[in-house]
């Protein structure tokens, strides 16, 4: 189906360039204006012929990369946000043609227009510029599991102004482009070591041994005991507060299994309320 695509609107866009002036006559005298025709019919062609080659260079890139059409990835990503950006450039260059206003003319004599409109494009100019260089980038990829800000997740898109996260706990995170660009990242999936960092906060009080809890996770993660090397799991201690402690399960991991990590990580959060409940309970009795 995807080469008869691509056939088709590669006949069509020989046959309307073939044809240009008598197509071009038959809509001066038929549909439209004169004045409007020309930059219509242009628009038309870009439009055919920059999604032709959008997708015959999608379908080699696939090939060499063996994905899927159900899946995609950063650079598949990055030629739609170009495309995209280039057909909106065409699209504004059309409409003022269509009002009979030369782009050329407009933007070298209403100097302070000019810079009026880059003043307020600066932003959006900056986070797109940032997107294209983030969909090329070989430092990450689509599902990679990554940490940005405090914040974990696999990414899911590259859009033209944002990079789109699922959290762990399901949860759509919606990050500017320029912050991701300019951030600190670790990418988890791409280290050599597969090392998980599970972090959560105790109160000090309800803390007998550090020791002693990281014994009962280990104990608790008996089934995924394949899934983790041997001796990597560890609690480290990140800081220390007026009334609480930041630690970290850690483990590594002998492949990358997201669903192995989100089911670990949900395991181990879950026994910390636990582990809370019957600290807080084992004070109270004591109290009494």
């Known amino acids: 189906m995807r080469i008869l695509r691509i056939l088709l609107q590669l006949v069509l866009l020989v046959l309307v360039l073939g044809w240009y002036d008598p197509i071009l006559n038959w809509i001066d005298e038929t549909v439209i204006p004169t004045y409007m025709a020309p930059p219509l019919l242009n628009l038309f062609i870009f439009l055919i012929g920059g999604n032709l080659v959008l997708v015959i260079v999608s379908f080699f890139y696939r090939r060499r990369k063996k994905i899927p059409r159900d899946q995609t990835d950063n650079v598949l990503f990055g030629l739609q946000n170009i495309f995209y950006l280039i057909t909106t450039a065409v699209l504004v260059v059309t409409i003022l043609a269509l009002f009979g206003i030369d ?56 859009n033209l102004t944002k990079v789109i996260l699922l959290s762990d706990d399901e949860e759509v995170i919606s990050i500017p482009n320029h912050k991701f660009f300019l951030g600190e990242i670790v990418n988890y999936t791409r280290k050599q070591i597969n ?94």
Do not use: C, P, W
Request: hydrophobic share 45%; charged share 30%; proline share 0%.
């Open 103 to 158: 782009v050329v003319t407009l933007f070298t004599s209403l100097s302070i227009v000019a810079a009026a409109i880059a003043i307020v494009t600066k932003d959006y100019l900056n986070e797109i510029m940032s997107g294209i260089i983030i969909s090329f980038s070989k430092d990450f990829a689509i599902d990679d599991y990554i940490k940005i800000n405090g914040q974990q997740g696999t990414i899911i898109a590259l």
């Open 195 to 288: 090392k998980i960092n599970i972090e959560f906060e105790l109160d000090i009080k309800l803390l007998e041994s550090v020791e002693d809890l990281e014994k009962k996770i280990i104990a608790l993660l008996k089934k995924q005991a394949t899934y983790i090397e041997e001796g990597s799991h560890n609690i480290k201690v990140g800081a220390i507060k007026k009334d609480l402690v930041l630690l970290k399960f850690q483990y590594t991991a002998l492949e990358n299994d997201e669903e192995t990590d989100r089911l670990i990580r949900k395991k181990v959060l879950r026994y910390i309320i636990q582990y809370i409940k019957q600290s807080e309970a084992a004070k109270a009795a004591d109290k009494a």
